[in-house]
């Protein structure tokens, strides 16, 4: 299969899983690090976001060996706490400015096309303390805030800037699942933070028009949902799965609605977010221009055999299913199923009007890849390189198919650290020597530098 010259081959990163906190002053701590600091005991190896791989000061090199490797885009997120000295009045820290000047710098004079994300979860922890983050609604005015500034500063060099990387996912992991700071079970509270989100959004995208040679997009989670079986009970489990998991942002995002299935369940078990109708119509009158998915393992789903019972959540509507022929990664408990890539494409096709898109994040986590390492010293990789073939080869066959697919992006060009697992499971191209931070690169990367300077897989 032809890979285009002009189809974005890269990887995606996120700032509070790779940069580290050198750098920052007092007052200017995360989600992240506020997160670690509630219970350090929860993380792996008591390992926490201070050096994760340390690309604040690797930086240079790491975005010359993404080029060296023949990749042209590179997906970054500007820390919203590192780029601000103050984030209630916008004020800018100029060590952060300078930061991320040089890191697009950086990439551009490497030949390779910066692509922005403005929040990948890691909002300032003050706004935690003060406004219980997302759940408020002064965030989404101090996040325009911060929007104007960084678009101010960076419009020039940049064109293709993300509001927000998976939304959804530290709001179920923290207010529905309960496994993530701030580690509540209260379904109010989450969906008036997703609405926030969902807000803040549409007003990205307006900002955004003041600049016409840019795009704002989003990038969602994105978990296909398949059910079962052809029953009637396990198709409607799978539509219910569908509403809360996908169609809740990509409605509201690709349609500029948000599904009335989504009011009327909210309300019928008391938590339906606060809203007016101007809020709609500005998520309306705004959709975004390009879509990034995010995408690592479908859902399965069957009918409820029991009650479900406790406070609201999805999982009311359904059960997780087992597929017997399922391919599985045993080291992430995720399932394998690369050929979702195609039924994503084809339903962004079919039913949101062809919307450009691209993988914004794909890849494969594997514990103790120490095990794997060769004579030479370096990691066989080959499940990762299975794992990127075989999703890109869908991705491409995508785009034959008609479907607007610009892209796929690896996640990630070195081994990086996770909410709570650290560095317990490896995604990148490059091994990270946790006591030296040096970088070594995987048969993985060797690999792509070889499809890449043929353009085909």
Wanted: charged letters at 25%.
């Amino acid at each position: 299969m032809h890979i285009p010259n002009n189809f974005m081959i890269g990887t995606s990163s996120s700032a509070w899983q790779i940069e580290g906190t050198a750098g920052k002053k007092s007052g200017q701590e995360s989600w992240a690090e506020l997160f670690y600091q509630s219970d350090p005991t929860r993380w792996h190896d008591q390992i926490g976001p201070e050096i994760a791989s340390d690309f604040y000061h690797h930086y240079k090199e790491d975005i010359q060996t993404m080029a060296d490797a023949g990749m042209n885009t590179f997906r970054f997120t500007i820390q919203w706490s590192r780029l601000m000295k103050d984030p209630f009045q916008a004020e800018l820290d100029q060590d952060g400015v300078s930061f991320y000047k040089d890191v697009i710098h950086t990439i551009k004079v490497c030949g390779m096309r910066p692509i922005i994300s403005l929040e990948h979860w890691d909002i300032p922890a003050v706004f935690f303390k003060k406004y219980e983050g997302w759940v408020s609604r002064e965030l989404v005015g101090l996040y325009i805030r911060y929007v104007e500034k960084a678009l101010d500063l960076f419009h020039e060099d940049v064109e293709l800037w993300f509001a927000f990387t998976e939304p959804n996912i530290p709001i179920d992991n923290g207010y529905i699942k309960k496994i993530w700071y701030p580690f509540v079970h209260d379904p109010k509270k989450a969906y008036q933070a997703h609405f926030h989100k969902i807000l803040a959004t549409a007003k990205a995208v307006h900002v955004a028009k003041k600049y016409p040679h840019i795009k704002m997009g989003a990038m969602v989670h994105m978990t296909p949902i398949y059910a079962a079986s052809n029953e009637i009970r396990d198709c409607q489990a799978a539509y219910y799965a569908d509403l809360f998991e996908v169609r809740l942002y990509l409605d509201a995002y690709l349609k500029g609605e948000i599904p009335d299935e989504i009011f009327t369940e909210l309300e019928k078990n008391q938590c339906l977010f606060a809203y007016d109708f101007n809020d709609l119509k500005e998520i309306r009158d705004n959709p975004v221009d390009i879509l990034g998915i995010d995408y690592y393992f479908p859902i399965r789903v069957k009918a409820r055999e029991s009650e479900y019972t406790g406070p609201f959540s999805p999982k009311k509507y359904y059960e997780d299913y087992l597929w017997p022929q399922r391919e599985f990664n045993a080291d992430r408990g995720w399932e394998i199923y690369p050929r979702a890539i195609l039924d994503i494409g084809m339903r962004i096709k079919n039913d949101y009007g062809n919307k450009d898109w691209f993988i914004s994040e794909n890849g494969i986590g594997i514990e103790n890849e120490g095990r794997f390492r060769n004579a030479e010293g370096q990691i066989e990789d080959t499940y990762r390189i299975d794992f990127i073939k075989r999703h890109l080869q869908y991705t491409l066959q995508a785009k034959e198919a008609g479907c607007a697919c610009h892209g796929y992006l690896i996640w990630s060009f070195v081994d990086n650290l996770s909410a709570i697992n650290a560095f317990k499971n490896r995604y990148g191209l490059l091994e990270l020597d946790l006591s030296s931070r040096k970088r070594i690169p995987k048969r993985s990367l060797l690999w792509l530098q070889e499809i890449l300077k043929k353009r085909e897989i």
